[in-house]
Every structure is written in C-alpha cells, then in structure tokens.
C-alpha cells in the first residue's frame, strides 16, 4: 500500500536554527516524493520534488530509499518559514498523489 | 492568469442534501484533479480527468462524481451528504496526465455539512 508518514504534527525552532521536516514513505517500487508547502492564506504549493534535486528558498530534500525517506532541511530557519509542511508521493505515470498528514513549522524569533 | 479557481469559496448543506463544486483549471491546462481534505489531515485523492474522460478514482464511495466540460472546467458533485464530508475540497490542474507534470491547487472550497 501506498503511504506518507509524517511524525511529527509539530515542529517549532528558533530563528537561525537548523530545520529538518521527517517524511517517511511505503511503496513498491520507485515513487516520485515531492514537497509541498501552504502559507497562512495561501494555496497549497510545490516546493520541491526528489526529481530536480533544486534547493528552493534554501531548502533541500535526499532521497534514501534504503530508509525510504525523504527527508527536508534547511540549516538557517527564518520566520518566513512559518507554514504547514505536506510530504507527497505519486507513481510513474499517471498516478494521484498521496500526502502525508502534514508538519506545521513555526519558526520563532 | 488567476491561477486554478474554484467557486464557492464557502458552503453550508444539511445532512441528505447535494452539493456542486466547481473548478476552473490554468489556461491550457487539460487535466483536473480533486481532493478531499479533512481537517488535521493532508488532501486525499479522489478524482482525476484529462481530456474529458476519468483516468483516475480514489477510494470514495459512488455518491461521489464528477465531470470535465470541453473548456476543461470540471465539477464534482456529492449526493446524500453526510456529517463526515465536512471538508476542504481542493482542485488540482496540469497541462498534462502524468506525475510529472506539475499540479498547480485552487484555494478550495470549503464546505460543512449540519
């Protein structure tokens, strides 16, 4: 079965700390594992995806798929950061996604 | 270009009513996707279409349909609502079927059911 596992429901850090979002995942096979982000009033968005392993607004996520994790950083948190946190799946193809339940982020000055 | 719209913005049904959902895609886009978001939880799939005809369905029951028009507009409709459709409902649209493509989301409708 296809699954997303985010443990943490919350995730509050000081201004200027490191920042790492846990995304655990079930899969037979090889997913694509994206990152998606909503800001306060705003629509969900992509941030990024395993894929184009681009660093969008200072953030990066690794493919481990001996741990099947997708884990996203970001060594410096700014306040801007503040958001819910959505970590995605899809297969090959034409596949949904599939979210996990999401992290809210609250970076903290 | 707005981006997806989705129309309305809120709703309020009862219990046994039926409620239409409507989503505009990206110009040029030809794909829409819907899905469910309950609150705490992330958004969960329900349809795809792409060129008019369903290419996906998720794990929803048949009081849930939904259809795409020539413009690539698309409208889900939930029949005999219940208290436990109370959602967030989200339209997703990409200029192509796949995984892939980027999907761009709507603000969503949000719709309570008494």
């Known amino acids: 079965a296809q699954r997303v596992t985010q443990p943490e429901k919350l995730l509050s850090v000081f201004k200027g700390a490191p920042v790492e979002l846990k995304c655990n995942y079930s899969?037979?096979?090889?997913?694509?594992l994206f990152w998606y982000v909503q800001y306060s009033r705003q629509r969900l968005q992509l941030l990024l995806r395993h894929i184009s392993r681009e660093s969008i607004k200072g953030f990066t996520a690794d493919l481990n798929k001996g741990e099947t994790s997708f884990h996203l950083k970001k060594p410096f948190a700014q306040e801007e950061d503040s958001a819910m946190y959505y970590c995605?799946?899809?297969?090959?193809?034409?596949?949904?996604?599939?979210f996990g339940k999401g992290t809210r982020l609250s970076v903290i000055a | 270009d707005a981006g997806v719209t989705q129309s309305p913005t809120h709703l309020i049904k009862t219990r046994g009513q039926h409620v239409t959902l409507r989503c505009s895609p990206i110009?040029?886009?030809?794909?829409v996707s819907w899905y469910q978001q309950v609150l705490g939880q992330g958004p969960q799939f329900i349809f795809q279409?792409?060129?008019?005809?369903?290419?996906g369905r998720g794990n929803f029951p048949d009081r849930f349909s939904a259809r795409q028009f020539p413009n690539y507009s698309s409208e889900l409709n939930v029949n005999a609502l219940l208290l436990g459709d109370s959602a967030l409902y989200l339209c997703?649209?990409?200029?192509?079927?796949?995984?892939?493509?980027?999907?761009?989301f709507g603000p969503g409708t949000r719709l309570t059911v008494l």
């Open positions: 110009s040029g886009h030809k794909s």
């Open positions: 995605a799946l899809s297969g090959p193809g034409n596949t949904p996604l599939v």
């Open positions: 899969y037979s096979g090889s997913p694509e």
């Open positions: 279409y792409y060129e008019k005809e369903e290419r």
């Open positions: 997703a649209s990409r200029d192509g079927p796949n995984s892939y493509n980027e999907q761009f």
